[in-house]
């Protein structure tokens, strides 16, 4: 069994997901996708909290205050994957080990998405998947926990 937990992070309009625009993110919404963590969180061994918030600064905190009740993140940084250095440089501050997921294909859409600030301080990036995405990483995250023990 796992000891670990994970905090799970979603930015910016996550809110929405399921509310609006189904045939860019689809039908499932926050509440779904953070049910279908928590099962499989149980079935990993490990547990997941979950944060949503509009505000940079929020996500920043959260990043800060992580350790040592954390020890990994899982993160859709949604619109501020492509403009934030401050969550960059939070991720990067701490020593957490963090998964970059999305639920589009970034590289499939405007060029402005092709640019993660994120990406080169996160373990990887799943993108593409939907809601699967989700659980792609926190299967990644986990195991990545398990080999570092
Ligand atoms: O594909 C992803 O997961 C994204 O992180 C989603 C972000 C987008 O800015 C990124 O480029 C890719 C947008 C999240 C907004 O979600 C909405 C959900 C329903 C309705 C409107 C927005």
Redesign the pocket.
Known sequence: MSPFSILVLHGP??N??G???PSV?GSTTLADIESQLTTLASQLGCQVTSLQSNHEGHLVDAIQNAAPQHQGLLI?A??Y??TSVAIRDALSAVSLPAVEV???N?YR?EAF?HHSYIAPVVIGQISGFGAQSYALGLQALVHHLQNLS
């Open positions: 309009n996550l929405l997901l509310q609006r625009e993110y859709n949604a619109a994957t492509h999305h639920l589009s970034i859409r998405r």
